[in-house]
């Protein structure tokens, strides 16, 4: 049994009894971890208020080799995520993205970039404005493409590196970025955009989050990055295109759209 000091996000928890939960921590160290917190339900628990959903922690875990649940005996808040929390959208999103990390990422393989863009878009998200928090996750995920070695290439073909017609847009998924459509091959899944969703992209991938946060773009631009990340992220990650939170986010009653 050996003891780590882990600092990490809580992306998932699940009760198993009536005290206890299995939680699954998103950690600076360890990448991906799974733990058992014990008695948390408990009035008296050292654990009590501070494994909750979104908020990083340091944790004291005590775990074997060959096991791949541990267990964690103590932990200190170091940041909460109340703002998040409190809003419905951008508790969906922030959410959205505990699933992509969940879905994305093996147990134990440390990414400290990730586990970066993670608290800097927990932080963006928990002071931007509501309808902000969709081009937050989306722009999130395509930072995190991009760290993953899958950021689309957006300023000529990818083929044959000539300059794109602005008014027939194609994006590959295979070969991620900008294609020419004569350079499409036969059965290559692409997708069409218009000239407002390739800027847009464009500016997600330059721009720090919390710039994107003044970012004002319509309903269909929107729509549209949300759809080619989707697609990248889906087909290089295997994300799911039918996350949970989405569906909780499309049931919002003030605004039933994913995009971003
Ligand atoms: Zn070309």
Redesign the pocket.
């Given at each position: 049994m050996s003891r780590y000091k882990i600092e990490a996000f809580v992306i998932r928890t699940n009760r198993i009894t009536e005290s206890s939960r299995v939680l699954t921590l998103y950690s600076r160290e360890m990448g991906k971890v799974k733990c058992v917190a014990k008695g948390v339900g408990r009035p008296k628990s050292k654990l009590g208020g501070k494994v909750e959903l979104f908020n990083l922690i340091e944790g004291d875990l005590y775990k074997k080799e060959t096991t791949e649940l541990g267990v964690l005996s103590g932990a200190g808040l170091l940041e909460d995520f109340k703002g998040i929390s409190g809003d419905a959208r951008k508790y969906g999103f922030a959410s959205a993205w505990c699933e992509v990390l969940d879905r994305t990422s093996h147990s134990e393989e440390p990414h400290p970039e990730t586990f970066e863009l993670t608290f800097n878009y927990f932080k963006v998200l928990r002071s931007a404005k509501t309808e902000s928090a969709g081009l937050l996750f989306w722009s999130a995920l395509l930072k995190f493409l991009t760290l993953e070695g899958y950021g689309p290439a957006l300023d000529a073909?990818i083929?044959?590196?000539?300059p794109?017609a602005r008014d027939r847009l194609l994006i590959t998924l295979q070969r991620g970025g900008l294609?020419?459509h004569?350079?499409v091959e036969l059965d290559e899944p692409v997708v069409q955009v218009t000239p407002e969703a390739l800027d847009l992209l464009r500016a997600m991938m330059e721009l720090p989050l919390s710039k994107l946060d003044e970012i004002a773009i319509d309903k269909r631009t929107g729509k549209q990055v949300a759809e080619v990340i989707l697609s990248l992220a889906s087909y290089h990650l295997g994300l799911p295109r039918n996350l949970k939170s989405f569906r909780f986010i499309e049931d919002l009653t003030d605004s039933g759209r994913l995009g971003a």
């Open positions: 073909c083929s044959c590196g000539k794109v294609i020419g004569e350079c």
